[in-house]
């Protein structure tokens, strides 16, 4: 599974990364947030070293539906049930300046983007009424949304709300001209390396698994917080959706904007063109993760729903991404708790990352090099709902259910290994959870190759379940991924699954 925008030429170069260096600010995570980041500390003079542990846009900026756009389907209702208005105007102003930074930088490094008007569509009553408070939230907002009947697309709709003047981009190509302009102002990117833990009052130790350096300052841009300092992974839901890039037969013409659902499950449009082939990019049908009994099979869902509506196209790319809602539904960024203001990070944009992810750039930097915005303040300041609260009881009341139904099956026999090791090889493709003496094992066979491991997340002990559609372990906990030969790919973790024969 590899994305429209991952699957390209054009490979990172890594610089050497350099054990025992010191810099001004080390930002891990080299997807949006944290190059933007970059970005604007070193326009300040700043000497800037980004860690990934991967390689940039591995994770939810390379596998993205790249919309930067201010209607989000139906998100300003469900915050303006939860805060003031004030609040809400700041979320918007937010992300206002987050679009406005975006595209006047990608303008400015000549990096294309095709403007589109955006679309959130109903197809029921339900849908209908939560397009009536979309619209209220919205206009309350300064947004200039617009009610309309006939969003252009090839199936009845019982409504749209329409916002003229957004636009999509290619994420990599934005991440392209964010590293060369970063790297021509001495910051260094470096690929492989993953953070640790950072100690220390200032300046900070970076623990990596390559070696230390030290910073002033670190920026946590991991998608959630790989460090458990104030415990975000306990006010964050992480999910998992699908997308597809479907070629259409000459004789299709894409819908003429940007689309989303109102209703569950959720389906995302939009177009794209490379090459001289036209592609129209669906999404959808998410899950909370580690939390389904098939993950292939909301995949299959939306391509048989593609399938019905755009007859004939041909599906060249299918992948998932991972994004983090916030249980009060608004981002955290901004300081780290027990950071001593020297640990800095931002999280839980809600699917919404090309603007949310700039937005928290400007704020991170801002807090660095002592500017001050409005909108950041009165984020910073709001205050949880009671409804924002009972979804984080709940949350985490599932989390410790899904933690006590994982060990209580293996502690029970439920999943106790066969006799036989050939019955307790999985088929190619599958993999399975066993109980070797006290012991849960996680065992996969992928590509003709079983590979045993310990089944518990390095994270908080969680049992990991087998996600079939990736052929990954994932942890229904709090969405720490692995992958079947242990390597871990995201999440709250920051270590590897361990083989069972060595943990």
């Given amino acids: 599974m590899t994305s429209i925008w991952l699957d390209r030429k054009e490979s990172f170069?890594?610089?050497?990364?350099?054990?025992?260096?010191?810099?001004?600010?080390?930002?891990?995570?080299?997807?949006?947030t944290g190059l933007v980041t970059a970005l604007l500390l070193a326009r300040s003079g700043q000497q800037v070293l980004v860690l990934e542990a991967r390689y940039p846009g591995a994770v939810t900026t390379g596998n993205t539906t790249a919309k930067v756009s201010l209607l989000q389907g139906t998100?300003?209702?469900?915050?303006?049930?939860?805060?003031?208005?004030?609040?809400?105007?700041a979320y918007v102003d937010a992300n206002r300046e987050g679009q406005a930074w975006l595209l006047r930088y990608l303008q400015e490094q000549?990096?294309?983007f095709q403007p589109r008007d955006a679309y959130t569509y109903a197809t029921t009553g339900d849908g209908l009424e939560r397009l009536r408070e979309e619209l209220t939230a919205g206009t309350t907002a300064g947004l200039e949304i617009k009610y309309t009947g006939d969003a252009g697309l090839p199936?009845?709709?019982?409504?749209?709300?329409?916002?003229?003047?957004?636009?999509?981009?290619?994420p990599m190509d934005a991440l392209d001209a964010l590293m060369a302009d970063l790297r021509s102002r001495g910051g260094t990117i470096v690929g492989g390396v993953r953070l640790r833990d950072v100690s220390g009052n200032g300046p900070l130790t970076v623990r990596t698994d390559q070696g230390n350096v030290t910073a002033n300052h670190v920026v946590l841009a991991t998608g959630i917080p790989v460090l458990d300092r104030g415990l975000y992974f306990t006010k964050l839901k992480p999910l998992r959706s699908y997308a597809a890039a479907l070629e259409l037969?000459?004789?299709?013409?894409?819908?003429?904007?940007?689309?989303?659902?109102?209703?569950?499950?959720?389906?995302?449009?939009?177009?794209?063109?490379?090459?001289?082939?036209?592609?129209?990019l669906v999404g959808g049908h998410g899950h909370h993760v580690g939390r389904t009994a098939s993950e292939?099979?909301?995949l299959d869902g939306?391509?048989?729903?593609?399938?019905?509506?755009?007859?004939?196209?041909?599906?060249?790319?299918?992948?998932?991404a991972q994004d983090y809602q916030a249980t009060n539904l608004m981002p955290f960024f901004g300081t780290l708790p027990r950071g001593r203001g020297r640990i800095l990070f931002g999280t839980g944009y809600n699917k919404w990352g090309m603007t949310n992810a700039v937005a928290a750039a400007l704020g991170i930097s801002a807090d660095i090099l002592g500017g001050q915005l409005p909108w950041a303040d009165t984020i910073h300041h709001r205050v949880t709902s009671p409804t924002g609260a009972l979804t984080a009881v709940k949350l985490n009341a599932q989390v410790a259910v899904k933690l006590a139904s994982g060990w209580g099956k293996v502690a029970a026999g439920e999943r106790k290994a066969p006799r036989h090791a050939a019955a307790a090889t999985p088929a190619d493709g599958e993999g399975k959870v066993y109980r070797d003496?006290?012991?849960?094992?996680?065992?996969?066979t992928v590509d003709g190759t079983t590979c045993g491991l310990s089944a518990v997340c390095t994270h908080l002990g969680g049992i990991v379940t087998w996600n079939d559609n990736e052929l990954t372990w994932d942890c229904p906990l709090h969405g720490s991924r692995f992958s079947s030969d242990g390597h871990l790919l995201e999440g709250p973790a920051t270590k590897d699954l361990p083989r069972a024969d060595k943990d």
């Avoid at 000459?250 to 001289?276: F, I, K, N, Q, W």
């Avoid at 939306?302 to 299918?318: E, I, V």
């Fill in 13 to 32: 170069s890594p610089d050497p990364f350099q054990a025992g260096s010191a810099y001004d600010t080390v930002v891990a995570g080299a997807g949006l």
């Fill in 75 to 89: 998100v300003l209702s469900g915050l303006a049930r939860q805060y003031s208005a004030k609040q809400v105007q």
């Fill in 110 to 112: 000549g990096v294309p």
């Fill in 155 to 170: 199936f009845p709709v019982q409504g749209a709300l329409k916002l003229a003047g957004q636009a999509q981009i290619n």
């Fill in 249 to 280: 037969p000459a004789e299709l013409v894409p819908p003429p904007g940007m689309y989303l659902s109102a209703e569950e499950p959720t389906h995302s449009l939009r177009d794209y063109e490379m090459d001289g082939r036209r592609y129209l």
């Fill in 296 to 298: 292939k099979a909301h």
């Fill in 302 to 320: 939306l391509l048989d729903w593609a399938g019905t509506y755009f007859p004939g196209a041909t599906a060249t790319h299918t992948w998932s």
């Fill in 437 to 444: 003496g006290a012991r849960p094992v996680a065992v996969s």
